[in-house]
């Protein structure tokens, strides 16, 4: 029998000098308490240790004797030793859970154990059954496989070949045969359900394979398939930064637009439109990678009733704004909620201040023109500053979400007035059970549109700010580029746009679309303000065009607000990264 | 050698699924990351390589330092007020009070709830203008209730890991439940002859004794605070202004908000250090076997 190296665990003060292969348990009584009863194994532990897979299933019984046992207790109890027997498999494995699970307490005494161990393995006949017999020290010593490793480094090796970051994917994307894939934040589900219905009945056959998402999951999932050639035939985007992320992914639009509508197209959509579908395309790129579906204002809602009972008007200047708020404070309801936890209602509202004092400055400084310090810009951060130092947003604004809370506090009565959007026609969506919504939703009844109140010493009139609420693009890879177009058109101005419009998501892109039914003449009022008015007069748009220019902005409102930083530090600190974002950054 | 290469061959197919695996889904995408780290790159068009100036700009990025301070508050601030509660309602559950298991279950329900629930709902609590905590508040006249806490800065971190607190202290609870249960009677059987009272044997003898306990849940807490997303997500999307934002929701932001997929993969690089740092210092302190009870 030759001697082997053993692998010893840690805390185990067993000598493992010349010692044969055995396996040793030693039982510990604590001879105070339920001895016979509770034997704590104090030890148990297999020699080799099971490190070798050859002894994983070829452990025999095998009998051991301890000649020799010297027991170092900590506890009171003076401790009697000496267990001494023949273990099966089953049983040691029995102890070695006792064991295990006490082992680890520092109640249990600690043990020093000296000992031998004389074995008598159970031979057999068959040589494979027997195998410690042959473990050299060679086999034992053997750790880790050359193999295995170099197996391993080959493969991680073979696997980021493969996929690098960083690489732009060989685009392929899409559907098969007549079915075109679609994924988007919006329309919702149920509208989409019924855009792509109506579709399918005009066009039998064909088939759109649809998957709406909530916005920054959306982002998740079409990041990924950009990289991963499953890039969908039709996907939603937002004009400007995002549109742009994907422009390679795109394909330019005006040819399918020139096809389905003559090449006069552009007239069929409201300026804004066409002006932001193009934003941020490179150079002399006059492509449109998207084409707006739906588009809107964003401005300010009033809950009429609550003015009536207070005998106020609408305020249209920043001095009408601040008395009508104090007239209504402390009726238990907010006079002017502002959910300015979300980034884009701080920057629209924002964006709303900044133009009724210097229209377009700001869109200025984002393209380097002026500076995000101009006195104009800093004034428009002090006014915003105001909404809060001078009590016109209730408390805690800058804690309270647009959507769920705000809304349904704003529907339920709890707010004269929000800062919203074009979409807040919605609310009497008529496609839905009238008797199911709130009573000042109910045809729009309690709700009156109005643009933010001007500014002393900026614009006399207030400016419209607004946008592409959502746009659509198709893949440059589509398989089926005709069909595809087919949906989007229809979606933007056919059968399906209608239906998008009859649940008045919001205004739709194109002019002349309207509702098939209204709840009520206010709601017919409301959109006919919102579509003849309104988004034919929009100019300056709710976005910005680097989405680390819309973070910068949106944080340095939200410090404005809390009073961590001056509006002064905040223009300073947009400018930063303005600069670096001018520098390539 | 070649002969026991040949003898392991069947040990190691069984290997090779997990081997797959964990080379498809931890291996490549850590390289993967530490590649895309190196990039200026928004996550769909062709990147630049820049080196290691990510890094530099991360180190010198203060909303980084913000995350690092975060993620230190939340670990310090919610495992051991969790551990302590979820002890003490173990010790009174464990008496076989009126209705325990009823307390067992309801205590463990926010641990099952979706973080997004959760979130919303205790949105809805704290919200300052209508909320419940400020109803309550107005009702007793304890108006500290009616601050502000999740907008203000300074509080967000904390209402945030107040909130983690509650929803989870459940779960510690359980853990102590299932470590009470395995004491043996016969020990403080023991330790009541020998005169020890109420206070003792709890002190001395039941807490010594779920010391794996405290370890796994440590261990178990260290992760779940590196990795904390929804939670911050929902109730402040890691505002105002980045006080409460996390190496998580900092990294999403980055990657899939402002199209710089680089500096996020920076950001993971970051925190798979700061995880891997974390758990092999506690394999280290506390030895390898210590959260399955096995030996040091």
């Known amino acids: ?585 | 050698m070649r002969a026991t290469f040949i003898r392991n061959i069947p040990g190691l197919l069984f290997l090779l699924p997990a081997l797959i695996l964990f080379l498809a889904f931890v291996v490549y995408p850590i390289i993967y990351n530490v590649q895309a780290s190196t990039l200026k790159w928004d996550g769909v068009n062709p990147g630049q390589f820049v080196g290691l100036s990510n890094y530099l700009d991360l180190f010198r990025d203060p909303i980084f330092l913000i995350t690092l301070r975060n993620s230190g508050l939340w670990i310090a601030l919610t495992i051991i007020p969790q551990a302590m509660i979820g002890f003490l309602l173990a010790l009174a559950l464990n008496r076989g009070i009126f209705a325990s298991t009823a307390y067992r279950a309801i205590f463990f329900v926010p641990a099952i709830l979706s973080p997004v629930v959760v979130g919303i709902v205790w949105q809805r609590i704290m919200d300052p203008f209508n909320g419940v905590l400020v109803g309550v508040g107005k009702a007793t006249g304890l108006t500290w209730l009616s601050g502000n806490f999740l907008g203000d800065p300074n509080a967000a971190i904390f209402a945030v890991i107040a909130v983690n607190v509650w929803m989870w202290t459940g779960f510690s609870m359980l853990f102590y439940l299932a470590g009470l249960q395995l004491i043996d009677s016969s020990m403080l059987e023991a330790a009541k002859i020998d005169g020890a009272n109420g206070f003792h044997t709890t002190v001395r003898i039941i807490f010594p004794l779920l010391k794996s306990t405290h370890l796994s849940l440590l261990l178990l807490g260290i992760i779940g605070s590196l990795k904390t997303f929804e939670l911050v997500y929902v109730l402040t999307q890691g505002g105002p202004a980045h006080a409460s934002d996390m190496l998580p929701t900092y990294a999403f932001q980055h990657a899939f908000q402002l199209q710089s997929a680089g500096y996020a993969s920076t950001i993971s690089v970051v925190l798979i250090v700061i995880a891997v740092v974390t758990s092999l210092s506690m394999v280290r302190v506390f030895g390898t076997g210590f959260i399955t009870g096995d030996e040091k």
């Open chain 1, 1 to 585: 029998m030759r001697s082997a190296i053993f692998i010893q665990n840690g805390r185990s003060r067993a000598a493992a000098r010349d010692l044969p292969f055995c396996q040793l348990a030693v039982v510990v009584f604590d001879g105070y308490t339920s001895a016979v009863k509770n034997p704590i194994p104090a030890y148990s532990q297999w020699f080799p240790p099971q490190r070798s897979g050859d002894f994983l299933f070829s452990v025999k019984p095998v009998k051991f004797e301890i000649k020799e046992f010297n027991v170092v207790g900590r506890t009171r109890s003076l401790l009697t030793v000496g267990q001494v027997g023949t273990f099966g498999f089953d049983s040691l494995k029995y102890w070695e859970k006792q064991s295990l699970r006490r082992k680890q307490t520092s109640f249990l005494p600690e043990v020093t154990i000296d000992f031998s161990c004389a074995y008598t393995p159970r031979t057999s006949s068959a040589p494979g059954h027997n195998r410690y017999n042959e473990v050299t020290e060679d086999t034992v010593m053997k750790t880790p496989k050359p193999s295995i490793v170099t197996a391993a480094i080959l493969a991680v090796t073979a696997l980021a070949l493969s996929g690098c970051a960083g690489v732009a994917a060989p685009a392929k994307s899409g559907g098969s045969g007549d079915t075109v894939t679609f994924r988007s934040w919006s329309p919702i589900e149920q509208t989409t359900k019924q855009m792509i219905d109506v579709f399918m009945a005009d066009n039998p056959g064909s088939k759109i394979d649809a998957t709406i998402f909530n916005y920054p999951q959306y982002l998740v999932d079409l990041q990924t398939r950009a990289s991963s050639n499953t890039f969908p035939d039709i996907v939603g985007l937002q004009p400007g930064a995002l549109t742009q992320q994907y422009r390679s992914n795109l394909m330019p639009l005006q040819d399918c637009a020139a096809k389905t509508w003559g090449s006069d197209w552009k007239s069929k959509f409201y300026p804004i439109g066409i002006e932001q579908a193009q934003a941020g395309n490179p150079e002399g790129d006059d492509n449109f990678y998207a084409l707006p579906i739906l588009v809107q204002t964003v401005n300010l809602w009033a809950n009429t009733d609550l003015f009536k009972n207070a005998n106020r008007q609408i305020p249209t200047t920043w001095s009408e704004l601040a008395s009508t708020v104090h007239a209504m404070k402390g009726k238990g309801y907010a006079p002017f909620m502002l959910p300015a936890k979300d980034n884009w209602v701080r920057n629209v509202v924002f964006l709303q201040i900044a133009n009724n004092i210097d229209p377009g400055l700001v869109y200025r400084a984002e393209n380097g023109e002026a500076k995000w310090t101009d006195p104009q810009i800093v004034k428009a951060f002090d006014y915003w500053g105001k909404l809060f130092t001078d009590g016109i947003a209730q408390d805690g604004a800058i804690g309270l979400d647009s959507y769920p809370t705000a809304a349904n506090q704003f529907e339920a009565g709890n707010a004269a007035m929000i800062p919203l959007g074009a979409w807040w026609i919605q609310q009497s969506d008529p496609t839905k059970d009238q008797s199911a919504i709130p009573a000042l939703s109910k045809g729009m009844a309690g709700y009156q549109p109005f643009l933010f109140p001007t500014i002393p010493g900026g614009a006399s009139e207030p400016q419209y700010v607004g946008g592409i609420d959502v746009s659509l693009g198709i893949s440059k890879n589509s398989k089926n580029p005709d069909l595809a177009c087919k949906v989007l058109t229809d979606w933007i101005a056919g059968k399906g746009g209608q239906k998008l419009v009859d649940t008045m998501n919001d205004v739709p892109a194109v002019k002349g679309l309207t509702p098939s039914k209204f709840t009520s003449d206010k709601q017919k009022d409301i959109w006919n303000t919102l579509v003849d008015k309104w988004l034919p007069r929009v100019k300056y748009s709710r976005y910005f065009d680097s989405p680390k220019i819309d973070q910068a902005v949106g944080d340095a409102l939200s410090a404005v607000a809390t009073g961590s930083q001056t509006s002064g530090q905040a223009a300073s600190s947009v400018q930063s990264v303005q600069d670096r974002v001018l520098a390539g950054g």
